[in-house]
């Protein structure tokens, strides 16, 4: 049941208005930054065992028609088709989840944890970093770096054959972390001699355009990305730059990775990482808005894909049924941090992000943002979606200047208070076109704003003119290129503007 807010103060117009609440005031600019590919996660989980069966929390977060519309899905590749003996995680493991996946729109890649153990110094699939291995770091060999593509192809063949053509595959799951489990190191220097002298090997004719995703540091640091970049023959080869968060805040280390991705026409992927996991309960509503500020600063950081890590766990999207972590941890019963991705998720998927005037506020510690505020914006088709986090324990009054006037809207509210699906949604009543609004913010919130341009206003018509001039080219939502708009896809103009359009053409 969607309850109705009536709390919500939206006013056509703010002259004369006395608040009685603190203001913050946030511009948004007609000023267009990346295109949105999506969010998702890692169905590589020990909670989803028996692993390649059981699929129920797939099935619920996946597809437009979902409740939290997740679109891409990680899955490891392992050494070979029967696994690696560190887990029970093989090609077929997780197969009928990518075939889920698939079926609704979405996109599937695939990540190394490690290549085959007889093309490793140390002959084994595991890392290196343990005792029995004498400490002897698993790196890929140099007279093994012509089969490393090879190996990949054999992959991408299994999965075609079994029904999934794989949008994408990565290099290698954190190639700066020496570990004892499943691992292989790379130098920065050593990608870029794998991908400058053998990623031509890569068979993207055969497997239908599959994309080539950069390493994945534990740390989304320049030194693993930029090198890649800067070499004309690996930027011509890499299509996504990607990494993790681990001890790396987005607006600290992604941003300053993704300058030369997003410069030469990258996408930039957050791949891995997950908030509030070593927590003996299930997360408070404050980890939930730490989440969500993670979200929000990745996507001014120049995301454009951000894909969270377990899909199931008592800190992540789907309950466990560990009743030791809470009663409402239930056997895939969507949690409270589901419903916070599904404001990303289901409004900003397909989106161009705009500039605004509180940009460059985010991006501080876990601690200073909870006593703070952040904003996003959005423009999505004919709609402009603003999104405002409430970190703070006041309630706090937000006036809003659009770039084009609206004429209605709706707003999506989290509170952690919500009885329901912790998402109340409620439509916005406009009097009259519009661009400029006063709104509260409650307490420790999330709110979603979708606003919709008016289709009469002169800013409707500045808005069609820049995408409408010059001839046009559509890319489907993994960034294809198409020959004619079908389905999703985004509209690119000569000039560079962009938007999402809907074709039922198939």
């Not at 948004?28 to 890692?42: E, P, W």
């Not at 887990?87 to 996109?107: C, E, H, Q, T």
Request: net charge neutral; aromatic share 10%; proline share 4%.
């Amino acid at each position: 049941m969607k309850r109705i807010i009536t709390s919500i103060i939206l006013l056509a117009a703010t002259v004369g208005i006395q608040a009685a609440k603190p203001r913050t005031s946030l511009t948004v600019y007609d000023n267009r930054k990346q295109t949105i590919t999506g969010f998702g996660g890692a169905c590589c989980d020990g909670a989803m065992k028996p692993f390649g069966t059981d699929n129920a929390c797939v099935g619920r977060l996946y597809g437009a028609k979902s409740k939290i519309g997740l679109n891409i899905l990680r899955m490891e590749i392992s050494p070979s088709f029967t696994g690696d003996n560190w887990g029970d995680y093989d090609w077929n493991g997780s197969l009928l989840s990518a075939k889920i996946v698939k079926n609704r729109g979405g996109i599937v890649f695939g990540t190394p944890w490690s290549p085959p153990g007889e093309y490793k110094t140390n002959g084994t699939a595991q890392g290196g970093n343990s005792d029995d291995q004498g400490n002897q770091r698993g790196k890929l060999r140099e007279d093994c770096y012509d089969k490393f593509f090879p190996w990949l192809n054999t992959f991408l063949k299994w999965m075609k054959d079994n029904g999934v053509v794989m949008d994408a595959v990565s290099i290698q799951n954190e190639p700066d972390w020496w570990v004892n489990y499943s691992g292989c190191l790379y130098d920065p220097q050593d990608l870029v001699k794998l991908v400058k002298n053998y990623a031509y090997m890569l068979d993207r004719e055969t497997y239908e355009g599959v994309r080539l995703i950069t390493g994945e540091p534990l740390g989304f640091t320049q030194n693993y990305t930029d090198p890649l970049m800067q070499d004309v023959t690996c930027r011509g080869q890499i299509d996504i730059v990607a990494g993790h968060l681990y001890g790396h805040l987005p607006l600290q280390y992604m941003k300053k990775a993704g300058v030369l991705a997003l410069k030469y026409g990258k996408e930039l992927w957050m791949t891995e990482h997950s908030t509030t996991d070593n927590t003996g309960a299930l997360p408070t509503w404050n980890d939930n808005l730490i989440f969500a500020e993670e979200l929000n600063e990745c996507m001014l950081a120049g995301c454009t894909g951000y894909i969270y890590w377990y899909l199931r766990a008592h800190w992540a999207f789907a309950g466990t049924g560990e009743t030791k972590y809470g009663a409402a941890n239930k056997k895939d019963e969507l949690l409270p941090r589901a419903f916070v991705m599904s404001h990303f998720s289901k409004n900003v998927t397909g989106s161009t992000r705009l500039q605004t005037s509180q940009d460059a506020n985010a991006g501080r510690t876990r601690e200073e943002n909870l006593q703070d505020y952040q904003f996003s914006a959005y423009i999505k088709g004919d709609s402009v979606i603003v999104m405002a986090i409430n970190a703070t324990a006041n309630e706090r009054d937000l006036k809003i200047n659009l770039p084009y006037k609206v004429n209605s809207g709706m707003l999506w509210l989290s509170t952690g208070n919500e009885s329901d699906e912790l998402c109340q949604k409620s439509n916005l009543t406009i009097d009259e076109p519009t661009g400029e609004f006063l709104v509260e913010m409650p307490a420790k919130s999330l709110s979603t704003y979708i606003f919709m341009i008016d289709q009469g206003s002169a800013a409707i018509e500045d808005v069609s003119n820049s995408v409408a001039d010059g001839p046009k080219t559509y890319y489907d939502l993994r960034g294809q290129r198409l020959e004619s708009p079908r389905g999703i896809c985004i509209e690119k103009s000569a000039n560079g503007r962009s938007r999402t359009i809907v074709n039922e053409t198939r």
